[in-house]
């Protein structure tokens, strides 16, 4: 079975501060790592996924994130926040053996202050 | 590629009364998933199918509810008699392999 637990119901930062969003699982079978932002009365929108090979991740946005397998974390960074940048971020994972369905995690929802 | 679509956006009704859902994948993906999301949550998985196979159902989906996916096109989850604890956010989602795509919703609200 495979689990998420994102640390941090809420996380505030400034405008133009580092954003850290931390996300650890459980699998067992190697995992896909998946991180997704969702605005207000929308859907999931993708933001970047570890499958296979570099387990620095860059997505859209400006958004980074790195496997550790041995931390067993997928925390996901930006180096200078925008306040466009608020929402709420899920990381999810699945099993890399059969796909199937993405497990989320509880949400992290992301305040930008001026 | 228009993306995943669900009809309707918004739904309210009144408890007891049965709504169904309708969810358009991307054409090329053959597996769809239902979620269901509450206020503060993560999305929660409902079922999901491939092509027209129904390959899980979650424990905690009650009898009330069911889903279809006739010729693996399309796909209809419905809820019968419903309550006021169905009142969220439901979720459609596709894939192919590792790329999955989320639509934007169905709000159901029970009053």
């Known amino acids: 079975a495979q689990s998420v637990t994102q640390l941090g119901s809420h996380v505030s930062v400034s405008e133009g501060a580092l954003v850290l969003l931390r996300c650890n699982y459980s699998s067992s079978v190697p995992p896909y790592l998946f991180w997704y932002v969702q605005y207000p009365n929308q859907g999931l929108q993708l933001l970047l996924k570890?499958?296979?090979?570099?387990?620095l991740v860059k997505g859209i946005n400006g958004f980074e994130a790195e496997f550790k397998k041995s931390e067993t974390s997928f925390h996901l960074t930006k180096p200078s926040a925008h306040m466009s940048d608020a929402a709420e971020y899920f990381c999810?994972?699945?099993?890399?053996?059969?796909?199937?369905?993405?497990?989320f995690g509880q949400g992290t929802i992301l305040t930008v202050h001026p | 590629d228009t993306g995943v679509s669900q009809d309707p956006r918004h739904k309210i009704t009144k408890r007891g009364q049965n709504v169904t859902f309708r969810c358009d994948p991307i054409?090329?993906?053959?597996?769809l998933y239902w979620y269901r999301q509450t206020l503060g949550q993560g999305p929660e998985f409902l079922t999901y199918?491939?092509?027209?196979?129904?390959?899980?159902k979650s424990r905690l989906l009650s009898d009330r509810f069911s889903a279809e996916r006739p010729k693996g096109s399309f796909s209809t989850l419905e809820i019968q008699r419903t309550e006021q604890g169905d009142s969220a956010m439901y979720l459609c989602a596709s894939s192919l392999g590792d790329g999955y795509t989320f639509g934007s919703g169905t709000r159901l609200t029970v009053v």
């Open positions: 054409s090329e993906h053959n597996r």
């Open positions: 570890y499958t296979t090979g570099a387990t």
């Open positions: 199918f491939q092509n027209e196979a129904q390959l899980e």
């Open positions: 999810a994972v699945v099993r890399s053996t059969s796909y199937g369905k993405l497990t």
